[in-house]
């Protein structure tokens, strides 16, 4: 596939903000947006707390992966996917093979501060202490680190971090497959 015409793939931790900035790059590429969990949402008619709360865990990742790993395989999208997706072998090698995948990256001080505004949708961090999440927030950086591109959101805005997207996928673009014209 042309990697002109490779979807994107937005990884990281909850609340990082990939869906913010997974449609402003959308916007700014003409391209169509995904958010993976508001689709599984769509499929199955409940929110995700009550998919966990209703069938569990298990079914929920096992829904995950057909739906990431089919989402994927299409071409031209900006898709984000949900935070604990990219630890499925199945889906990193997805992922990995037919997209351009970017890390958005957060530190832990920083993400720590947005937990309160988290809670209540995500059923992950409402079983666990606040010890507990960090334990979490560090062992999943294993899996995110397998990636095309790592950036760190922090402070900066969602504007900012898509405009830098945008920029460094431009420059990827013209470097593999320059046009000449
Ligand atoms: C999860 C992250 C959520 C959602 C589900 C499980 C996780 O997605 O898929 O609540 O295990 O990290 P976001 O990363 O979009 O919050």
Known sequence: MSVRQKSIVLIGFMGVGKTT?????????????IDVDQEIEKDLNMTIPEIFEQHGEAFFRDYEKKKTC???????KVISIGGGAFLQPEIRETCLTNCIVFYLDVTWDEWKERLDLLIDSRPILQSRNIEEIEELF??????????????TVNQRSAEEVADFIVDSLKHVWDMYEPRID
């Open 21 to 33: 900035i997974g449609e402003l790059i959308a916007k700014k590429l003409y391209r169509s947006f």
């Open 138 to 151: 560090y062992k999943r950086q294993d899996a995110y680190s397998i990636n095309h591109s790592k950036l």
């Open 70 to 76: 089919a989402l994927a395989e299409q071409k031209l």
